[in-house]
Every structure is written in structure tokens, then in C-alpha cells.
């Protein structure tokens, strides 16, 4: 049985041995006083008593994978539970090995950390509701991030196996890539659309600065935070085009195709687009944002177009 949510954090000297594990990471003497969350300590416990890994793995890789396969598990009730700890729940209630584990949102909190609490998530969408309660918004975030990387994996995918190459099709296997990666989107009912996608964002881009970092040919302004996703999106799109070079050229093309996404995607959220409308769009963008390639500053401009209609959209969602 887990602790209660009230029983203090533990502080325990673990040998370098350790390391491996998902709750020891960072260990760098061969003894040091870490910081773990009794949530994390009593669900291991747990772990060790449950007869579901008798037969299967070792403990610490059944610890290791539990998290992917709670994310995994919650996927499919996205569309109709949104992202919260009672999505995972709900996942992990339907399947009989992490049904017998007896998880409730404290072992969560321990899976998922998070140094912060979020009102109920409704309230990320509609600020005129007041919040019903709160909660660690670890498992929240974790899972919109898995749901958003399912959607750009489930796009690489497909794209490979219709045999597009980006040396051969250019931008209409980019326009297929970005077809594919939307309807994605669509798998949500489209009353539930806008609550759940403008969650999602809400959650995940959250980044330092708007590209996580990654090196830049040139100095961009700033386009929102959410163009650390839209760059995700691009630079799968084109690996699943294989276009795999790391050029400037390259580097270039994937800073356009991240403000084509985000203006489509922005949009279809936004409204209930006919899937040729979208298709449309998507391709006009994409004709005026190869116009621009001659230039690095032909790029920015043309990014600093795509921030303009970024902004109109998400203020429209009441987000900034």
C-alpha cells in the first residue's frame, strides 16, 4: 500500500551502482545524499511486491519502462479525458499488468515530478471557470508531451512508407507530412478539438528559449515559445522525407517549414477546416516560404509575418 501524501521525503545514501536508476540519476560520488520522493520510494516497494513482474523483467528495467508504458496506456483516452492524472489512471485501470499495481495520483506525482501545482486544467482554456481543484502538473505535462510526440512519430512513419523523398517530391511530400501530422489533430472530436490542443501547447512550450537551445545560421526573433514545436514537427517531417543534411541551407528550410506548420496548425484549431482547405493552405505557405529562400534575412521577415498571424490566433485563444 502506498504512503500517505503527507509522509515526509526521504534522504538516502545510494552507491554509484545505482545510477542506472530512473530515480537516482545525476550521481556522480560513490556515495551521496540525494533528494527522492517518498511517492517514488513507496511505489517502488510496491514493485517489489507485485506478482505482475514475477516471470518478467528485472525490477529496475520494470521500473525504468513503467512510465512509457502508463503514457502509452493513456493515449487512447486523450480524446475524451483531455491531459490529467485521471487520463493515466484511466489507462492504467484498462490494462490488467498496471491494473494490479494499485496507482493513484500520488504515485504519479512520484513518476512525474513537477516543482509546481496548475489550477484544474480547464482553466489553461476558459478563465471565467473557477478551479475545481488542484494538482502536480508532472503527469499532465508528461503526457501531453507523449501525445504530442505520437502524433510527429505516427507522421514520420507514414510518410516513409509511401516512399516520399524530399530529393525527389520537395514540397509535396512536405505538404503530405504536414497533412498527415494534422489529421493527427483531428483523432479529437472537434467540440473537444480546441480544449485539447490549446492544453497540449499550453503544457509543453515551456522551453528557456523558443528553439530548446539548438544552434542557429542566423538570429531570429523571438516567435513564441510554441516554435520549439512547430520545429519538432519540421524537422520530422523531413527526416521522414529523408533529408537528413545539417546544412545552412538546410537549417534554414526547417525555420520556414516550423512557421508553415504553426500557422496551419494554429488555424485548424482554431476552426473547422475542410481537410482540401487545409491542404490548400498548406500548400500556399509553402510556395511563399521557398519565394523567400534566397536570402537569411528573406527567412526572418518571413518568419516575423508568421509571428504576426501566431499572435492574432493565440490571443484570439486567450492565452496571451
Known amino acids: 500500500m502506498l504512503h500517505s501524501a503527507n509522509r515526509p521525503a526521504r534522504f538516502l545514501s545510494i552507491p554509484t551502482s545505482f545510477r542506472s536508476h530512473p530515480f537516482s540519476a545525476g550521481f556522480r560520488d560513490a ?22 513482474w514475477a516471470n518478467g523483467p528485472s525490477l529496475e528495467n520494470a521500473a525504468e519502462d513503467l512510465p512509457n508504458r502508463l503514457l502509452r496506456a493513456a493515449l487512447p483516452y486523450v480524446p475524451t479525458h483531455g491531459f490529467s492524472s485521471a487520463t493515466i489512471l484511466a489507462g492504467a485501470a484498462n490494462e490488467p499488468e498496471l491494473g494490479r499495481l494499485s496507482i493513484t495520483d500520488w504515485t504519479l506525482a512520484g513518476l512525474f515530478p513537477s516543482t509546481t501545482k ?13 478551479p475545481r481543484r488542484t494538482e502536480p502538473i508532472g503527469p499532465a505535462q508528461a503526457l501531453a508531451k507523449r501525445w504530442i510526440q505520437e502524433g510527429n512519430s505516427r507522421m514520420k512513419a507514414a510518410v516513409k512508407s509511401e516512399n516520399l523523398l524530399f530529393k525527389n517530391h ?3 511530400g512536405v505538404r503530405r507530412a504536414f497533412e498527415i501530422r494534422l489529421a493527427y489533430n483531428r483523432t479529437i472530436p472537434p ?30 526573433p523571438h516567435i513564441l515559445p510554441y516554435g520549439s514545436h512547430a520545429l519538432d514537427v519540421a524537422t520530422d517531417a523531413l527526416a521522414g522525407l529523408c533529408d537528413y543534411s545539417k546544412s545552412r541551407e538546410w537549417m534554414l528550410r526547417r525555420i520556414r517549414l516550423a512557421g508553415v506548420y504553426s500557422a ?57
Not at 551521496?32 to 506478482?51: D, E, H, K, M
Not at 475542410?274 to 505557405?285: E, K, T, V
Open 118 to 130: 496548475a489550477a484544474n486544467l480547464t482553466q489553461l482554456v476558459d478563465h471565467t471557470r473557477p
Open 191 to 220: 467540440d473537444f478539438l480546441l480544449k485539447v490542443c490549446v492544453c497540449a501547447l499550453a503544457l509543453v512550450v515551456t522551453p528557456k528559449d523558443p528553439f530548446f537551445g539548438v544552434p542557429l545560421p542566423v538570429e531570429l
Open 170 to 172: 520537395g514540397l509535396v
Open 264 to 320: 496551419i496548425e494554429l488555424t485548424s484549431i482554431a476552426a473547422d477546416l475542410h481537410p482540401d482547405l487545409i491542404s490548400s493552405q498548406i500548400q500556399n505557405l509553402l510556395n511563399a516560404s521557398e519565394a523567400v529562400a534566397t536570402h537569411t534575412a528573406n527567412t526572418v521577415e518571413f518568419i516575423n509575418y508568421v509571428n504576426r498571424s501566431q499572435r492574432s490566433i493565440i490571443r484570439s485563444f486567450g492565452l496571451i
Open 31 to 52: 556515495h551521496r545524499t540525494v533528494y527522492i520522493p517518498a511517492a517514488a520510494l513507496a511505489f517502488r516497494r510496491s514493485l517489489s511486491n507485485a506478482s505482475v
